[in-house]
């Protein structure tokens, strides 16, 4: 007497290793279609998307009624064998045996039709599982590790920053407010004095999480939380910064090419516009820039900060992401260093990437000198006795460094080729909207 089969449990993206085998999904069905005796289930794991069909002669009765049974996002198991389809989704399809419900769901609120930006926000939760907000978000983690794996191999060490603050980093005007146990504490808008402390204890060091800034803005930019990662760097000048830039960015996307190209290509990314950025990017200083500005008709004048449009401007003169450096002291932080040959303007760049999406770096060598630093806070209204831990710095042993803070959602935003932000993180929190 035969055995019987052995049913190996697995996952979709798996199916390629077991051709001619009986195996086990667990998962929901994301699509359904009948035709006479023959049910087509498109199951979904969270993995990957493959067609299961259903012949009535080949299963049990139950497990046809289970499959008729089955609404859109209903949770089951299927068995089958796998048989490899150069037609089918992934390559791969599921000859059915056996077919059991484990939740029947009531009717899908997010239909096929099409639906307004604001009730797929509402329905964020469920949004998710569409095939392009889960291609999103898979690019996103890779993203995330490759930024990862270039700093952990590079010689940079993690240093986890606070999420609460006593002072500010940026700028008064953007801070989310909070009590702490009678005092003042802040939601932090960057990791960077923690990692410039970092600095001088381990040399190369970044942060990489949440950051807050209560912009009351509703460009498709901007949240009011995203997530940077946030390098500082010891013994650094501006100049060598950005090569570790361009190289860590072009790390970061042609990784994104080689191991994510099919979800790159599930959301219509045009490849082509990523395979350019490589080293070197092409540098600008603002002067530069503002001439290049005012020749297009902008009204920029120097001493003003560029927006959105002007940086566009700026981009799409190029096939790879451009800095602009040399910004007037005015635009840029307190921490910035002056230029000593023009300490009108500090030692800093902003890496814009093309295609209109903006800047997705802002990094600059950082202001080493103790006299000079007070000074640049007393100009910007900022209290010397509340950045003490801050001074030290330059008390005990000051040397150049630099740093730089790249902005997650941006950059998936400009990987993907996506028209807004709010799509790159899981639950977006805009200017009007915290739910879900």
Known sequence: MSEAPTIVRTT?????????????????????????????????????????????????????????????????????????????????????????????????????????????????????????????????????????DWMDT?????????????????????????????????????????MEAAAMAFGRVYSFGPTFRAEKSKTRRHLTEFWMLEPEMAFVELDESLRIQEEFVSHVVQTLLARNHDDLVEIGRDLTKLANVKPPFPRLTYDEAVKVLQAEGSEIQWGMDFGGADETILANRYDRPVFVTHYPVECKAFYMKRDPERPEVVQCADLLAPEGYGEIIGGSQREDDLDALVSRMQENGLPPEGYEWYLDLRRYGSVPHSGFGIGLERTVAWICGLEHVRETAPFPRMLTRIYP
């Not at 796998?82 to 056996?98: I, Q």
């Not at 999420?163 to 960077?192: H, M, N, R, V, W």
Request: hydrophobic fraction near 40%; charge should be neutral.
């Open 154 to 194: 590079h010689g940079f060490t993690l240093i986890d920053a606070p999420i609460l603050t006593p002072a500010a980093c940026e700028g008064t005007s953007t801070l989310f407010e909070t009590d702490y146990f009678g005092d003042k504490a802040y939601l932090t808008q960057s990791g960077q004095l923690y």
């Open 12 to 148: 979709i993206d798996q199916l390629g290793q077991h051709v001619g085998q009986t195996v086990c999904l667990q998962g929901w069905l994301y699509d359904k279609t009948a035709k006479g005796k023959l049910q087509f289930l498109k199951l979904r794991d969270g993995t990957g998307i493959v067609q299961a069909v259903v012949f009535k002669g080949s299963v049990p009765d139950g497990s046809w009624q289970a499959a008729e049974g089955l609404t859109q996002e209903s949770s089951c198991t299927v068995a089958g064998e796998v048989k490899a389809d150069a037609r089918a989704p992934g390559g791969f399809e599921l000859s059915v045996t056996a077919v059991e419900a484990i939740h029947i769901a009531p009717e899908y609120p997010i239909s096929p039709k099409e639906h307004g930006v604001d009730f797929l926000m509402g329905n964020r939760h469920l949004w998710l599982r569409s095939r392009r907000q889960h291609a999103i978000l898979r690019i996103r983690a890779a993203i995330v590790r490759a930024m990862r």
